[in-house]
């Protein structure tokens, strides 16, 4: 057999490497045995009986809403191409070309591919920013107030809800000043799909009265990657132009290995679901505290709240600082899996994040602890990494995001640049925010700024060999 791909799979199967990623299932621990061994003969298609994804009449239509109910939605719409298609079709159904949307300038990628799809025109607000632990948090809700109220043109406005980390804005306040500004909001709660199924956890934006929420239940539940759901709660979204959305983001041909996931995914939470991400939850909070016991090591939790516009957050969620004895995260990422085979979501220059889920036992968080208290045993780095501060302000925008890609571009050394307009984002590592979007104007004082992130040696994405992409005008 040559098939490099497969063989990598069965690799990392063989190797029975404890996951502390996603998705949420964990290798199918959650899933019923008759499931797995019958899915090439669940691999179908729309033939008799088994309904349309683009015209639901049956047995989808039924587990959409009972999706619905369980998630806490009015309506409820199975996406198989993750809650990347979910925001695509959220976007499209409530914008039309220069309108003006107010997103996060730490949105994710796929908001930004949205302003592209839309022609819409971008207002950013920055979220608030620990530098301390190099984590873009969540928004002041009075600065957003400040937007809406300066621009009434605004016609929408997307967060994200949780952060990557867990992180939590005060979505109900958000929720309260999007509706009396008589806005559309867009939640962003791709890492939030467990949220109503605990009274442990943060709310769902779906009970703080977002318009349209999407979820990717691949990530924290226990549905195959790619299986998402877009919920819509509201009026003020036209429900005809919203399905015309989502058949235009998936596919004509949508995966019932995927659907039939999301159904089993809800099943599950209404079932043994909900008492096994409590356990989660408990075991995960037992090792948060386990960690902070550990010198020179901090996994971030409660003391967050208050700070940043944080409200809540996410208690499976272990972020483990490891600034503090001199090693980078994905230093700490590599020992792990090196020596304790455990393979976690994500590392950055000062944190590695592990996802604990509802797959998980306690044997598993035994081994993180034990992994964690042997990092000390890493040689220091020679050269810690540099906290960044003062972020500059957000440049001019000429050209909509939308124009920006479809210019010829060019790469220019970073020192030429100035005055140019940029065709990519300039986004350093940490704290993951865009210094420069496409379609912004590069100014002298962001080439010096930019200039003194390198020298400090601080990953640029965006910069190449210190040149970067500009629009050919
Ligand atoms: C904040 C955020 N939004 C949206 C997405 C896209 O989700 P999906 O992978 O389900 O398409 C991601 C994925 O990483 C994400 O982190």
Redesign the pocket.
Known sequence: MTAPLYEALMDYAKNQIIPFHMPGHKQGRTFPGEYLVNLAKIDLTEVPGLDNLHNPEGPILEAQKLAAKAFGARESFFLV?????G?YAAMYAVLNPDDKILIMRNS?K?VYNGLVLTGTVPVYINPEIDYEDGIPMGIDINKLEEYLKKDEAIKAVVM?YPN?YGFCSDITGISDIVHKYNKILIV?E??GAHFPFSNNLPHSSLQAGADIVVQ?V??TLSSFT?S?ILHLNSDRVDTNRLKYSLSLFQSTSPSYILMSSLDLARDYMEKEGKERLRKAVQLADYARDEINKIEGIRCLGKEIIGKYGIVDFDKAKLTVSVKNLGIKGPEAEKFLRDNFNIQVEMSDAFNILAMVTLADDKSHIDSFIEGIKNLVAIKRDKEPVEEIKNYPDIPEMVLKPSQAVTKKAKLVPLDEAINSISANFIIPYPPGVPLVCPGERIKKDMVKYINVLYNKGIKILGLKNNNILVCEI
């Open positions: 191409n993750g809650t990347t298609s925001i994710h796929s994200t990557y962003d791709a890492h990717s691949h990530k790619q998402s």
